[in-house]
């Protein structure tokens, strides 16, 4: 079975079935149990058993409470019951617009002939005459939602034979690697690593994780650039490696990952000392290095090393002259150079980048996208709707800068939570969203199944995106790579 559309999480989703119609495995497939509140699972619990209806009053009284508290809490609620009695959705309807969740319903629509061949098969088959009266109820319902005020009405059909019940999901193919890397980074998913072991080898561990990245079909691989890990990702002791040296072991055990950093801040990194170590990473790697450069956030690091943190506009116009300094140097000859910004007596710099290195500009503040329009390649921005709309932005500078709107990068950082099941999902929220709310972290970072996130990636990629690095909060080594395989080539 397939809805139309992917469905909205967190959210109420109630249920519109006949028995028979499938409704309880279609929600038990795609929501953890604990999410889905069932009538007849709650006739068993204050009951003899699901089907003793004498239980019936207090079992829906147990549902009502339980709809309540859950909306109360902004969770994914999944009310599990025929969906026919009109009061009880108006009510159900009016808690999620009161807890600020969008609400849906799910029409399962199967045929009459597969229900009542399903009904026969139960060991305590719902009579005939109240099966008829389930299905003329639930057809005349149908009829009548979208005047209700649902944000959507979706409507799931049987699977045709021979059908995956799952078939609207994009295939997750097998990349093919001279597309790879004729493609760059347009249109592609990037691993970002931030988080590294303490207590094993960690030359072994990343080229087990780089490793699974290829194999996964990823485009690239991408490493933060700090002195001290930043507190978002860890602890200060949890080790950081210092990037331009790991990316450059990489380069030596991968053959086709796109390899550099998110971002190296202009603050403590020369921009000629960069724009050395990527192009030497150029020419090491056979051409797949990529600079990410930014103006530098974090006070503490600085401190620490003993370096000067400028004020904000002093950090920005480091990033506008580094920017200027780095395409001076890889540009071809050794000739002088002076710029808006730079004067530089000459530009030496071998070995040469294999071939042109994009650079991607970090930060979504007004003056940094209207730099990264200028001298950069591309802009690098949260995926959130409020980065989206810096994407937006940063186009349109691109074009007022008079440079050609579709070869820029426009890429976000993405920051899901991945788990194998909605379960696994929900268990990883709940190692890390320390004090906040559990559905507000859920909803923050995505929390579901891979294939979900694969969605969502391809919805970014309809909406303009080329490029997603994608920094899953519970990577813990290769394995958990090779389970982000649907992610991988969602833009592909």
């Not at 045929?111 to 009579?127: I, K």
């Not at 930043?230 to 990037?243: F, L, M, N, T, Y």
């Not at 000392?273 to 690091?301: H, M, N, P």
Request: aromatic fraction near 4%; proline fraction near 7%; charged fraction near 20%.
């Amino acid at each position: 079975m397939k809805p139309t559309a992917p469905l909205p999480d967190p959210a109420l989703v109630v249920l519109v079935g006949a028995s028979g119609s499938g409704k309880s495995t279609w929600a038990l497939t795609r929501y953890r149990a604990a999410e889905v509140v069932s009538s007849d699972a709650l006739r068993a619990v204050v009951g003899s058993g699901e089907h003793d209806l004498d239980a019936s009053t207090d079992a829906f009284a147990v549902l009502e409470a339980v709809v309540d508290a859950r909306l109360r809490r902004r969770l994914t609620t999944v009310v599990d019951t025929l969906g026919t009695d009109a009061s009880r959705r108006s009510r159900w309807l009016a808690a999620a617009r009161a807890a600020g969740l969008p609400a849906v319903a799910v029409v399962l629509d199967s045929p009459a002939a597969l229900c009542r061949e399903r009904n026969r098969a139960r060991e305590r088959a719902v009579p005939a005459r109240v099966l008829t009266g389930q299905l003329a109820a639930v057809a005349s319902v149908r009829d009548t939602l979208a005047a209700e005020g649902w944000d959507a009405v979706h409507v799931v059909t049987p699977a045709a034979p021979g059908e995956r019940a799952d078939a609207d999901r994009r295939p997750v193919g097998e990349p093919d690697a001279a597309a790879a890397r004729s493609a760059g980074l347009r249109r592609g998913v990037v691993l970002q690593v931030s988080r590294f072991p303490a207590d094993t080898d960690l030359l072994d561990w990343l080229r087990g994780v780089a490793g699974a990245a290829e194999d996964a079909g990823f485009a690239g691989l991408a490493l933060m650039d700090h002195l001290i890990q930043i507190p978002q990702v860890g602890r200060a002791w949890d080790p950081i490696p210092e990037p331009w040296v790991t990316l450059g072991a990489l380069a030596a055990s991968t053959t086709r990952l796109h390899l550099g950093t998110l971002v190296s801040p202009v603050t403590f990194r020369p921009a000629g000392i960069t724009a050395k170590a990527a192009a030497t990473l150029d020419a090491l790697s056979g051409g797949r290095a990529f600079v990410g450069v930014g103006a530098g956030w974090w006070e503490r690091e600085h401190a620490a090393y003993g370096l000067p943190f400028p004020s904000a506009a002093q950090r920005v116009d480091l990033l506008e002259a580094g920017l200027e300094t780095m395409r001076a140097l890889w540009a071809p000859g050794t000739k002088p150079y002076a710029g808006r910004r730079v004067s530089l007596p000459e530009t030496t710099l071998y070995p040469r980048p294999v071939g042109e290195l994009p650079v991607l500009v970090g930060g979504g503040g007004e003056r940094t996208l209207r730099v990264a329009a200028r001298l950069g390649d591309g802009c690098n921005v949260p995926s959130d709707a409020a980065g989206l709309a810096k994407v937006g932005r940063y186009l349109n500078h691109v074009a007022a800068a008079g440079r050609d709107r579709d070869a820029a990068l426009a890429t976000v950082l993405d920051l899901p939570v991945v788990g194998a099941d909605r379960d696994a999902a929900w268990s990883a929220v709940e190692r890390h969203r320390g004090r906040t709310p559990a559905a507000a972290f859920a909803e923050r970072h995505h929390a579901g199944p891979p294939e979900a996130h694969r969605e969502r990636l391809a919805r970014l990629a309809d909406a303009g995106i080329t490029t997603v690095f994608l920094a899953p909060l519970d990577l813990r080594g290769p394995d958990d790579v090779l389970a982000l395989a649907p992610l991988a080539t969602a833009l592909a």
